[in-house]
C-alpha cells in the first residue's frame, strides 16, 4: 500500500494532502479520506486504504475500519505468512472471507476476473506469486472457470514449477456436479460450497499444507 500512496503523491508533487472520495468496500457508504505526507511517512484521516492489487486500491470507512481494526498490515502476522488472493464481485461474500484470513498472511482483492489475472501476471512476475486463490465462479467480465484457466495458462507461460503454483480455492453456491468437474478440469485445486464459515475453510486450507493457527 506505501508504493500506492507514493504514486499518488509523485504524480500530484505540488500537493501535501490528497482527497478521495470513494465507497467503503465492506458497507457501500460513501467514504472521503484525506491523505497527509508527513516525514514518517503518510496519514490517514476519514478511513483507510488497503491494496487490492499491486496498483489498486479499496476503501474502508472509519467505521468498518475500528469494527475489524486488523487490516493494518503492521499486525499482520510475520510468522507462517502466507500470500492470499480473493477473487470475488459480491461485497459481503469479499468481506466474509476477507474477515476469516487476514490473521494468515497478505490477502489482496480483486473484485473481478480481469483484475485478478493482472493481479497474478504482477505477482508472478516480482517472483512472489500467490500461494492461495480463493476464485469465485459467478462474475462479470469474466467468470471463475474462465479466470482459473487464464491463471494456470499464465504459470506455465512464465515456467512457474509446480510447487509454487497458487492453490486455487474455487467458492459458489452451486453444487451441480458438471460446474464441479468443469471446475476441476481448468485446474482448480478443490471447491468449496458457500456460504463458507471459518471452521470449514481454515480445514480446507490446512489440507493443502497451511497452517491457520492465530
Do not use: W
Not at 58 to 84: M, W, Y
Amino acid at each position: 500500500m506505501i508504493e500506492i500512496l507514493k504514486k499518488m503523491f509523485e504524480s500530484n508533487p505540488e500537493k501535501s494532502t490528497i482527497v478521495i472520495k470513494d465507497k467503503c468496500s465492506d458497507c457501500g457508504c460513501e467514504t472521503i479520506i484525506e491523505i497527509t505526507a508527513t516525514s514518517e511517512g503518510f496519514g490517514l484521516e476519514g478511513g483507510i486504504l488497503f491494496k487490492c492489487s499491486p496498483d489498486e486500491y479499496l476503501a474502508k470507512c472509519s467505521v468498518c475500519h475500528d469494527a475489524n481494526p486488523k487490516t493494518n498490515d503492521n499486525q499482520k502476522r510475520e510468522n507462517n505468512f502466507i500470500k492470499i488472493l480473493i477473487v470475488e464481485d459480491e461485497p459481503t461474500s469479499r468481506k466474509t472471507l476477507n474477515s476469516f484470513l487476514l490473521t494468515l498472511g497478505e490477502v489482496d482483492i480483486a473484485v473481478n476476473g480481469n483484475k485478478a489475472i493482472t493481479a497474478v501476471e504482477k505477482a508472478i512476475e516480482n517472483n512472489k506469486p500467490y500461494e492461495l486463490i480463493f476464485l469465485d465462479i459467478i462474475m462479470p467480465e469474466l467468470d471463475g472457470i474462465t479466470t482459473l484457466k487464464k491463471i494456470r495458462r499464465l504459470e506455465t507461460q512464465h515456467e512457474v514449477n509446480e510447487h509454487a503454483k497458487s492453490k486455487v480455492i474455487m467458492t459458489s453456491a452451486n453444487t451441480d456436479k458438471d460446474v464441479i468437474l468443469k471446475a476441476a478440469h481448468a485446474g482448480c485445486t478443490s471447491y468449496m460450497i458457500k456460504p463458507i464459515d471459518k471452521t470449514r475453510l481454515y480445514n480446507e486450507i490446512r489440507k493443502h499444507g497451511f497452517d491457520t493457527q492465530e
